[in-house]
């Protein structure tokens, strides 16, 4: 993934964290974030449930200058995401036609997104969004359609600016809201 950030982020990298490294320190101001890529992000890894990825300096051995991390997981979008089986068919008929109407869609989820407490406000976490997007419309991989998140309450309006929605009202006022991106918005694909 390329970086177009201003310095001096230009020459920072995004890369797969190898699930033997250890992060022995990372604070975004939250400490379930922190404390999953110090102590979970390894074994997540070698279970094959989470991939982690460091945004940080190039050869950043230390892990002294990580600017922020990310981890992604597959997920779906199925009837279970939704109150009820009406509003589950009109989320399928506003997306896809007649032909297209399967009882799941498949999406990536990012599982986790941390931006240093550091660097907040320097606009790295809509750059990893971005970048995230791009990963998966580049030859469109595994047939992914969606980008979804979790995302703490907290965390929403973040996700709103990045052209998330939320799949259903049922979860609002909750400490997490599962919103969704549909990648065909910015596919160019009819």
Partial sequence: MKTSLQEP???YIIRKLESDEKVESFDCGDSDLNDFIMNESGPYRQAMLAVT???EAPDDKNHEHIAAYFSLANDRISLGDFPNKTEFNRFRKSLFVNSKRMKSYPAA???RLGVSQKLKGQQIGTFIIRAIKSYFLTDNKTGCR???VDAYSAAVPFYLKQKFVSLTDED???DTRLLYFDLKDIAGVG
């Fill in 9 to 11: 982020f230009a020459s």
């Fill in 53 to 55: 990825y460091v945004f």
């Fill in 109 to 111: 989820k990012i599982c």
């Fill in 146 to 148: 969606f980008i979804t």
């Fill in 172 to 174: 609002e006022g909750s």
